[in-house]
């Protein structure tokens, strides 16, 4: 039985959306081939469910994005088509069998206040400079 979706501030708004790799492998280690992956994946889901996308992070064992969903709805079939196909490709790209994300992505709602996204925003980019992973600003 699928659970509920999560709240999602009314009307829409800025999430910051976590998902970490099933014992904390390093199974997103950035390189080329993984990153053209995670894009692609990320691209398609964006497409289908027509997600607002203001920033990714993906690091070694976990990634976060920026997302603004329109309602709950929205969020959990984008999240459920991203965590589904890149747990396949990156999958096979590591012969990793089974699901990456074992556990529900992790969502934070962000103030409305400029302030606040803008400091989410740049705490999302400084993981770059602390640990070993790559940042890409979406539209």
């Known amino acids: 039985m699928p659970r509920d979706p999560r709240w999602v501030q009314e009307g829409g708004g800025l999430d910051e959306v976590t998902c970490v790799v099933i ?3 390093f199974l997103l ?5 993984l990153n ?6 990320i691209g398609y889901a964006q497409r289908q469910i027509r ?3 203001c920033g ?17 709805l929205q969020r959990a079939r984008f999240m459920e088509l991203v965590n589904t196909n890149l747990s396949k490709e990156v ?17 934070v709602p962000v103030s409305d206040e400029e302030e606040a996204q803008v400091a989410r925003l740049k705490y999302l980019l400084a993981k ?4 070993y992973c790559t ?3 979406v539209h």
């Not at 999958?91 to 969502?107: I, N």
């Not at 770059?128 to 640990?131: C, D, F, L, P, Q």
């Open 128 to 131: 770059g400079y602390a640990s």
């Open 135 to 137: 940042s890409f600003l």
């Open 91 to 107: 999958g096979r790209l590591h012969d990793w069998p089974g699901t990456m994300f074992p556990d529900r992505y992790h969502s």
């Open 56 to 72: 990714l992070t993906v690091l070694s064992s976990h990634y976060h994005m920026l997302l603004w969903p329109e309602d709950a």
């Open 36 to 41: 053209d992956l995670v894009l692609g994946v």
């Open 23 to 25: 014992q904390n492998r």
């Open 29 to 33: 280690r950035p390189s080329a081939e």
């Open 51 to 53: 997600m607002r996308i």
